[in-house]
């Protein structure tokens, strides 16, 4: 008996059905692989610490704790104890203590996933000087978040000094086109931008990929962000952020664009501050011509800036003094103790007005 032969068109609706079936299997696949390795990848450190966020990009997950055994850059193992707070809060102080109080602000640096509650930089100080404390982190924030997270908080907390911890890569999370063109420094992520007329526009810098699926789907992130990592180190020189920066420097427009960026968002910082609150910025980082622009604007801004704490962590290093954690560019909770025993005279110094009798300062564990 001869067998019946499907029309060209149902032909083409069966191929597309099982194209689609087999993609739809594929994807469920990956996303479940992608999954595993992740929740495996959480027994041995904290994962996935940050979350979308409609206002502010995304923000610090909340609730979140985390507590096990953790190797540092040479492979030591510590214990790791990391705890946020339904705010996100790594450290929220009681706002109407009679201690004078602190907010610190900062990226990945301040919510120093590598160290344990009471071990952080911002801790160390708290318990050296007496004060009340109170510090919000995310990784990959930019200046303007921050600035967004000194806004919403500011009423409740009403502190009476505030510290931003400012990273190099700042510059380039404050400008769209340098982020999209890095080759390091690109979260992908959909973020608030600042630009020159003082409008705030939201943008993602990624070049491929979605950011609906980026946050929903890890095999997708995964996908997009390998693909697009592949394409940019391939891409001319020319084009590349870190390239451009290491050629022109200061001279380079973007750059140049976003050092203005970065001035305005501090004036904003000062701006939103009571009459005569302190306030002041540390670098994490000394690299040219980073830390040269965020020490320009300070000066240019009459905002206390410490520049020397890069050394004394590089310093230690040399010593043979491991400052590093598992990825070998934060500080594990070591460096943040050396952060805080080099930034606690500066900390002490805007607050000399409202402390003027401090005890011995002790850095004792």
Same mark, same amino acid.
């Given at each position: 008996?001869?067998?019946?032969?499907?029309?060209?068109?149902?032909?083409?609706?069966?191929?597309?059905?099982?194209?689609?079936?087999?993609?739809?299997?594929?994807?469920?696949?990956?996303?479940?692989?992608?999954?595993?390795?992740?929740?495996?990848?959480?027994?041995?450190?904290?994962?996935?610490?940050?979350?979308?966020?409609?206002?502010?990009?995304?923000?610090?997950?909340?609730?979140?704790?985390?507590?096990?055994?953790?190797?540092?850059?040479?492979?030591?193992?510590?214990?790791?104890?990391?705890?946020?707070?339904?705010?996100?809060?790594?450290?929220?102080?009681?706002?109407?203590?009679?201690?004078?109080?602190?907010?610190?602000?900062?990226?990945?640096?301040?919510?120093?996933?590598?160290?344990?509650?009471?071990?952080?930089?911002?801790?160390?100080?708290?318990?050296? @000087?007496?004060? $009340?404390?109170? #510090?919000?982190?995310?990784?990959?924030? !930019?200046?303007?978040?921050?600035?967004?997270? *000194? +806004?919403?908080?500011?009423?409740?907390?009403?502190?009476?000094?505030?510290?931003?911890?400012?990273?190099?890569?700042?510059?380039?999370?404050?400008?769209?086109?340098?982020?999209?063109?890095?080759?390091?420094?690109?979260?992908?992520?959909?973020?608030?931008?600042?630009?020159?007329?003082?409008?705030?526009?939201?943008?993602?810098?990624?070049?491929?990929?979605w950011d609906?699926?980026?946050?929903?789907?890890l095999f997708?992130?995964?996908?997009?962000?390998?693909?697009?990592?592949?394409?940019?180190?391939?891409?001319?020189?020319g084009t590349?952020?870190?390239?451009? @920066?290491?050629? $022109?420097?200061? #001279?380079?427009?973007?750059?140049?664009? !976003?050092?203005?960026?970065?001035?305005?968002? *501090? +004036?904003?910082?000062?701006?939103?501050?009571?009459?005569?609150?302190?306030?002041?910025?540390?670098?994490?980082?000394?690299?040219?011509?980073?830390?040269?622009?965020?020490?320009?604007?300070?000066?240019?801004?009459?905002?206390?800036?410490?520049?020397?704490?890069?050394?004394?962590?590089?310093?230690?290093?040399?010593?043979?003094?491991?400052?590093?954690?598992?990825?070998?560019?934060?500080?594990?909770?070591?460096?943040?103790?050396?952060?805080?025993?080099?930034?606690?005279?500066?900390?002490?110094?805007?607050?000399?007005?409202?402390?003027?009798?401090?005890?011995? @300062?002790?850095?004792?564990?």
């Amino acid at each position: 008996m001869e067998k019946r032969k499907l029309s060209i068109g149902r032909r083409i609706i069966f191929s597309s059905i099982i194209t689609l079936f087999l993609l739809f299997f594929i994807v469920l696949v990956g996303e479940g692989l992608m999954r595993g390795i992740v929740y495996m990848k959480s027994k041995k450190y904290p994962t996935r610490t940050t979350v979308a966020d409609k206002n502010w990009g995304h923000r610090s997950l909340e609730n979140f704790k985390w507590e096990g055994m953790v190797p540092d850059a040479v492979g030591e193992v510590y214990p790791l104890k990391y705890t946020v707070d339904e705010r996100g809060f790594r450290t929220f102080g009681d706002v109407n203590t009679v201690k004078k109080k602190v907010f610190f602000i900062g990226d990945s640096f301040t919510q120093a996933i590598e160290a344990s509650d009471g071990r952080t930089y911002f801790d160390v100080l708290g318990n050296s @000087l007496d004060i $009340e404390v109170f #510090a919000y982190g995310a990784r990959g924030f !930019s200046s303007l978040q921050e600035l967004m997270v *000194l +806004e919403k908080y500011l009423p409740e907390i009403q502190p009476d000094a505030v510290v931003l911890q400012f990273c190099s890569n700042d510059f380039i999370n404050n400008h769209h086109g340098l982020e999209q063109n890095s080759l390091y420094n690109n979260n992908r992520r959909r973020r608030p931008y600042f630009l020159e007329d003082g409008s705030i526009v939201f943008n993602v810098p990624a070049k491929i990929g979605w950011d609906w699926l980026n946050e929903r789907s890890l095999f997708f992130q995964f996908l997009f962000t390998r693909i697009e990592r592949f394409i940019n180190s391939r891409a001319p020189e020319g084009t590349q952020t870190e390239y451009n @920066l290491k050629k $022109e420097g200061i #001279a380079f427009t973007p750059f140049a664009e !976003s050092v203005r960026c970065t001035k305005s968002i *501090l +004036e904003n910082f000062k701006e939103n501050l009571l009459p005569n609150t302190p306030f002041l910025v540390f670098s994490t980082h000394d690299d040219y011509p980073y830390f040269n622009a965020i020490a320009n604007i300070c000066d240019q801004l009459e905002i206390p800036f410490v520049g020397h704490i890069p050394q004394e962590i590089a310093l230690s290093d040399e010593k043979g003094m491991n400052t590093r954690a598992l990825d070998g560019a934060h500080w594990n909770e070591l460096g943040h103790k050396i952060a805080a025993q080099h930034l606690v005279c500066d900390v002490l110094e805007i607050l000399e007005d409202i402390h003027p009798r401090r005890k011995a @300062l002790s850095f004792n564990e």
